[in-house]
């Protein structure tokens, strides 16, 4: 299973994917529904966004167990 979280889910390049079978959710969603059953996060927002998110995401990732986390750049 492939989960992508992004700004305009209904976009042409997310529905693209979707019909590839991944899961595509906005980026607004609750941490917690984003990383549900996730066992790897891959995350490839620029650090300059990551900044603020990082804490909410690294305690959500704890919470949820996942496995293995990917830094972007």
Do not use: H
Request: hydrophobic share 45%.
């Amino acid at each position: 299973m492939v989960r992508i979280t992004t700004r305009d889910p209904s976009s042409e390049k997310a529905q693209e994917l979707s019909k590839k079978g991944a899961e595509i959710l906005a980026f607004s969603a609750p941490w917690d529904v984003v990383l549900k059953g996730a066992d790897v996060v891959v995350n490839v927002l620029p650090s300059s966004v990551c900044l603020d998110i990082n804490k909410d995401l690294c305690g959500a990732m704890v919470k949820n167990g996942v496995k293995v986390y990917f830094v972007s750049e």
